[in-house]
């Protein structure tokens, strides 16, 4: 049984790995951004859809990733047991699968030609959907922007595709409108410098106005989807920013030309209030530094062009056509009584400068009423306008809890930059053949990242974050651009639906907004590195290969904490959780299937050793006393966490059954946080009045061993014994040393065999299947127990976001009426304040001082026991 | 009171005739622009025709004691760079001639020039506004004694234009297509507007009556940007001379049209033709061109159209916001140029669809000299304005545009012009 399980451990239910052989740096070595090639993808199908502007040519596509059937018997159980109706899995309209997004110059578009044909794009339209994908002929490429006409031809003759051209705006307002729905945190504020992400009612969206700026503006009041006016526009765009700007500077492209604003001063070329009054002029609202009128200066003085700074003129240029498009654009959302105004296209890229001078200008003509958002993946509104029109795309009705975004390796280098994948190299194989890419991106990493934290693999960590260089000399233009990562689609994941309100229900405890607060989780996340390092490279027999990935995820997890620390607001709206999962991401990106297999294995058959002892102990105690000594178990047992920097110390100091002992013999009430008193009359009453046991208990389970062992299992038996159906609820991938659900029926096959109740309750809940025919010894005559059940999660990551769980856990809530959270990463760092509509008991253990002090106004090692009774 | 006369104004040099009441003076960042009253004077002017009306009716409402005086309102510029010019003009005034309110300006000029019965020590007091009432205060006391009482720019732009459209016949008019007409407006009906005075920047003023109004809006982009950029894009020496160029360029060499976009074609779906301005300057982005390359002219016209554009469509949307009916745009920008003014109303008429007309003043660079004239009431010009019907001499005042298509003669201002009216003396 246990060998089966391991096996399983291996495939992942809904997010394949990455083929990584045959992986390559792109570009030469001189470039400062590379990215990575990874040829050797296993998409299934795509489908794309472009977008060619007059600089930039978007491609989104999209990868099929097939939801690997789980045909084994424990889902075939859980089924019957949870009401999930046959074939539900299957019988989504839409395949699981992920978005990405890539940009490329127009001027290179042989690059795109090749990336298509590289990846086979170009045989996936819809259409050929079941057909064979060599069927080159008649594929049709949805496209939109003015290229798709210029280069219509280009594309048959190259790729034998017709662009099938879409018209621009549609697209636009299509792009808008999914992203606006479907992905959380799409919009955000920018106002002197920060950025602030805005989640928005999607059901509240309309009517809007959507600025598009690009040569020059189009301004688009949107009613709805599909439905649309394009109210106004002004010619002062863009093009005209860049035009005035060639003419008057020697800038030879546009980023130079955004990148000298950064370093003007207008005030040598504007003539500002204080020119004309010397002083404010109140009566009518402006301060002395207002711009009066502008390049109004340089009627004042018999100055040449070439004795103007290059800079001051273009941010002179800069601030002139932000403020009035700014103006122009809050004067008609005015007038169509529209309460938001969302800002795109190619002026604003991201540049933090020409947000904030947008923000500033929408700020002050309506006096703080209103404000300028903008959007994450402003520069892909239409090329994904013009994918959502393909007949079949199936994502209209998509839900923002159906998508996950993550950020893969090369995320933290390519940031908001233009890349494509290193074409040129595909050709060249046989003399880079013995150069793995591993260690090209290790090379590339040195010359990358060098002020990005980097502790060498198996010392302990390094105190303090540095933050990258960036803002010297290597300033880049779009050092605030944002980067995109690839939208997982998941169309499995539900609303938990026992939220009592999905909308306000916020998981993150920690707000990585405030500054400190992301720097010391990332000097965190950046001292654990190194162990876990150790850990990964054990997993995989400490090979070299297992080692050179081993150091290249290092490098490239470190590159993402220096970016988040570089640009916090990077990769969207980032909690804590988020930054934990990247973790395991990143991990899993490298092949590094599971670091802490052999630890997990070896602490949970330590601790399947005492179960035994432990349950004939609990057996003796009396009812009251046998909870409490139940709940304590569960405290002391969630201390082996290796993500807690103290327990790993702990680790090295004693054996497994040495720490629980020693932890056990701690535990001393009150608690920090203590509610058992509370759970103690709700489970056993007062007096004689005997409550009605719970129907059906969710355990969410933290850690492998001790925790799980000795800790929930005892717990989940002692509600079993009391008539409480109970669904163990585990990761659906590995993250740390949590136990996976994956694992979890070996567990409590193991555990079963030292207990006749797990044991019942598991062959009732489907878990022991291959086993009954062993233990069917007779014992007819006892009743059916309530069933022990597994379900996943759905996450692969240490904490829990309740608006995205697997739709088995969403179908096992709906006859549950409790919950017990167990561990810090699910009950502290994630949802201490979220509110259930059942009973709901959150214990933990504290293991690191700052959290404590934060959450609970305690100390590291205090415990957390917090009920709360159903909202 | 007629052409003739008026033309003897063009030459700096010459004195004035008429007995010079009162004075006011808007000294902007380009031009000063100077408003006086002169008595009619029989000894110069033939006194034959005009009187009558004049007298009739005004001492007999009045409840002052002094006398009404029969005369002619004067406008006339100066660039601002050749205040002195200025300085001499009014030296050279006839200033003390029958002058009563301004008896001191009459001495002390009289001083500076030959007369010797000044009390010199005398410091008199005008009413100025303008940026340069603060920046020239200094140079006019000492030359002259003249003490400039500043009156807010706003508030005399607004009076200004509030007189002149509420008493002269023909000041407003539109323009488009090189037709110009003028539109009668009535009087009891002219409140709410929204006034746009084009400077250097632009503000936007929704006036509601006399001394009741609010900058709502404006914009930076006005005729210092246009003038800004233009010196640094083409080597003109002058405003008026970028004005010019402008009206013989091509912007399609330089702006980027809908047609470029896409492909001569339409884009009829939302309402633009392929002659459309998509990206002002968006064709300036090639990289094999230069800025020599692209000729003056044609940068001109792109920069005209640009601006004027904009400030037309943020006209509009303000006065759409407040729900003004009338839009009168002012301020040096416009100066009568056709071009301009064409402009202006197709950007009002493209972005209301029609539904709004953009109009003028004949006085518009006067606005802030008139108001800031007005702010001194003891002419009690407007209440006898309310009584009596004042005539505009046709003159220079209704010039033909056609005209101005041919460039003023070598940069000479087009200013001097004279309203006929009468006042109260002092």
């Not at chain 1, 002083?279 to 070439?306: Q, R």
């Not at chain 1, 002992?661 to 009453?685: C, I, T, Y």
């Amino acid at each position: 049984m246990a060998t089966k399980g391991s096996n399983s451990i291996h495939r992942s239910s809904s997010r394949p790995l990455l083929d990584l052989s045959k992986a390559e740096i792109q570009g030469n070595v001189e470039e400062k951004y590379p990215t990575i090639l990874l040829p050797n993808q296993s998409d299934d199908l795509s489908h794309l859809a472009l977008d060619i502007g007059g600089s930039l040519i978007k491609l989104v596509y999209f990868s099929r990733h097939e939801d690997q059937s789980t045909n084994d018997k424990r889902m075939k159980i859980l089924k019957d047991k949870l009401g999930i109706l046959n074939g539900n899995r299957r019988s989504y309209p839409i395949l699981g699968g992920r978005l990405h997004f890539v940009k490329f110059e127009t001027n290179k578009i042989n690059e795109c030609l090749e990336f298509i044909y590289s990846k086979k794009l170009h045989c996936g339209g819809w259409e050929s959907h079941h057909s064979d994908s060599t069927n080159d002929q008649n594929a049709v490429i949805k496209a939109t922007g003015g290229g798709a006409f210029k280069f219509a031809d280009l594309f048959k003759e190259r790729l034998g595709i017709s662009l099938d051209k879409e018209d621009e705006m549609d697209c636009l307002v299509a792009g808008a409108n999914f992203l606006l729905k479907a992905i959380r945190h799409e919009a955000y504020t920018h106002m002197e410098g920060q950025k602030e992400f805005i989640q928005i009612d999607p059901n509240d969206l309309f009517p809007y106005l959507l600025v598009n700026i690009g040569s020059g503006v189009s301004m688009i009041k949107v009613d709805g989807n599909g439905k649309f006016e394009r109210v106004s526009g002004t010619n002062v765009g863009g093009g005209t920013y860049w035009g005035l700007g060639r003419l008057l500077t020697n800038c030879s492209s546009f980023d130079e030309l955004l990148e000298l604003s950064q370093k003007g001063d207008n005030r040598t070329t504007d003539m500002l209030v204080g020119d004309i009054y010397g002083t404010d002029y109140p009566k009518i609202g402006l301060s002395a530094s207002t711009i009066a009128s502008s390049f109004g200066k340089a009627t004042l003085e018999n100055k040449e062009l070439e004795e103007y700074r290059p800079e001051d003129i273009s941010l002179s240029l800069l601030r002139m056509i932000s403020y009035n498009i700014g103006q122009i654009s809050y004067l008609n959302a005015l007038r169509f009584g529209l309460k938001r105004i969302f800002f795109g296209g190619f002026f604003i890229r991201g540049h933090a400068y020409t947000m904030d001078a947008i923000s500033f200008a929408v700020h002050f003509w309506s006096k703080g009423t209103a404000q300028a958002m903008f959007l994450r993946h402003e520069g892909f509104l239409g090329a994904l306008g013009a994918f959502m029109s393909y007949e079949k795309h199936g994502l209209d009705d998509l839900m923002v809890h159906q998508f996950v975004e993550r950020f893969p390796m090369g995320a933290p280098y390519t940031g908001g930059k233009i890349h494509g994948p290193p074409l040129r190299n595909l050709n060249e194989k046989a003399s880079l053949e013995n150069i793995s890419w591993m260690e090209k991106f290790l090379q590339k990493g040195t010359e990358i990242t060098a002020p990005v934290p980097m502790t060498p693999p198996g010392t302990t960590g390094l105190g303090g974050f540095e933050v990258p260089l960036s803002k010297g000399s290597t300033l880049r233009s779009d050092a605030s651009a944002l980067n995109v990562g690839v939208l997982h689609l998941i169309p499995t994941l539900e609303v938990f639906p026992l939220l009592v309100d999905p909308k306000m229900y916020e998981p993150n405890t920690v707000d990585l907004s405030d500054h400190s607060e992301l720097e010391y989780w990332l000097t965190i996340l950046s001292e654990h590195l190194p162990d876990l390092v150790d850990k990964a490279v054990a997993s995989e027999g400490g090979t070299d290969d297992s080692k050179r990935r081993g150091d290249a995820f290092a490098r490239a997890f470190s590159a993402h904490l220096a970016r988040l620390m570089e640009e916090p607001a990077a990769y969207g709206k980032l909690g804590l959780a988020n930054l934990l999962e990247m973790r395991e991401e990143c991990l899993r990106e490298f092949q590094f299937v599971d670091a802490y297999r052999s630890i997990k294995q070896r602490e949970n058959e330590a601790s399947l050793a005492v179960l035994h002892d432990l349950l004939m102990e609990l057996d003796s105690l009396d009812e009251e006393t046998r909870l409490l000594t139940l709940i304590e178990g569960v405290l002391a047992a969630n201390i082996f966490d290796w993500g807690s920097r103290a327990c790993v110390d702990l680790y090295h100091k004693g054996t497994i059954i040495e720490i629980y002992r020693m932890s056990r013999n701690k535990m001393q009430r009150p608690w920090r946080v203590d509610d058992f008193d509370a759970f103690k009359e709700r489970m056993l009453g007062s007096g004689d009045k005997k409550p009605l046991p719970h129907g059906r208990a969710l355990l969410f389970v933290d850690n492998s061993g001790a925790d799980i062992v000795l800790g929930m299992l005892p717990l989940a038996r002692e509600l079993l014994r009391r008539g409480t159906e109970v669904v163990l609820v585990g990761n659906s991938l590995p993250a740390l040393n949590d136990v996976t659900a994956m694992e979890l029926p070996d567990i409590v096959a193991e555990a079963a065999k030292h207990c006749d109740i797990l044991r019942r309750a598991a062959e009732s809940g489907g878990l022991l299947v291959d086993a009954m025919t062993n233990t069917l010894d007779g014992s007819k005559e006892k009743l059916p127990s309530v069933a022990l059940m597994v379900v996943e999660n759905g996450c692969g990551s240490p904490c829990i976001d309740f608006r995205q769980v697997s739709s088995e856990l969403a179908a096992a809530a709906k006859d549950a009426d409790l919950i017990i959270l167990e561990g810090m990463g699910r009950s502290l760092h994630t949802n201490l304040y979220a509110q259930f509509k059942c009973d709901a008991l959150k214990l933990a253990m504290v293991k690191n001082q700052r959290l404590a002090e934060k959450l609970v106004q305690g100390n590291i090692y205090d415990c957390v026991c917090k009920y709360e009774p159903a909202y | 009171m007629d052409p003739r006369r008026a033309e003897t104004g063009k030459n700096s040099d010459q004195i004035q005739s008429g007995h010079v009441y009162h004075l006011a003076l808007d000294i902007g960042g380009s031009l000063a622009k100077l408003v006086y009253f002169t008595k009619n004077d029989e000894h110069i002017v033939g006194s034959e025709k005009k009187k009558s009306p004049m007298k009739a009716s005004g001492i007999s409402n009045s409840s002052r004691n002094s006398p009404v005086l029969n005369g002619r309102l004067n406008f006339k510029k100066f660039e601002t760079s050749k205040i002195n010019d200025c300085l001499e003009f009014i030296n050279s005034m006839k200033l003390h001639l029958g002058a009563i309110s301004f008896q001191m300006i009459a001495m002390v000029m009289n001083a500076g020039c030959q007369q010797p019965e000044s009390p010199g020590s005398q410091t008199i007091t005008i009413k100025a506004t303008g940026g340069g009432a603060y920046k020239y205060a200094d140079l006019f006391k000492e030359k002259f004694r003249i003490s400039l009482d500043k009156e807010d720019e706003m508030d005399c732009l607004v009076a200004g234009a509030n007189f002149l459209l509420e008493t002269i016949h023909q000041e407003a008019f539109t323009y488009m297509g090189n037709q110009k007409q003028f539109v009668w407006i009535d009087k009891n009906d002219l409140y709410p507007y929204l006034l746009v005075n084009i400077g250097s920047g632009v503000g936007m003023i929704k006036v509601e009556g006399d001394g009741k109004f609010e900058r709502v809006s404006g914009t930076s982009i006005g005729g210092g940007t246009f003038w800004g950029l233009g010196k640094l894009l083409t080597k003109c020496k002058s405003f008026d001379e970028l004005l010019d160029l402008s009206y013989r360029g091509n912007n399609r060499a330089v702006d980027m049209l809908v047609g470029d976009i896409y492909g001569g074609m339409d884009y009829s779906k939302i309402g633009l033709s392929s002659t459309t301005i998509a990206s002002s300057f968006g064709r300036a982005i090639s990289e094999n061109k230069e800025r020599d390359d692209y000729k003056p002219e044609d940068i001109a016209r792109s920069l005209l159209r640009m601006i004027s554009n904009n400030i037309g469509q943020i006209s509009y949307l303000t006065a759409l916001r407040f729900g003004l009916k009338r839009i009168f745009f002012g301020g040096f920008f416009i100066r009568r140029h056709p071009f301009t003014m064409d402009t202006l109303s197709v950007a009002v008429n493209f972005w209301s669809k029609g539904e709004a007309k953009a109009m003028f003043l004949q006085h518009e660079g006067f606005l802030g000299a008139v108001g800031a004239f007005m702010s001194s009431d003891k002419h009690g010009l407007k209440e006898l304005l309310a009584n009596q019907k004042v005539e505009r001499p046709p003159s220079k005042l209704s010039f033909s545009l056609d005209q101005t298509q041919v460039p003023q003669q070598d940069g000479e201002l087009n200013g001097d012009e004279s309203i006929e009216c009468s006042v109260y003396g002092a």
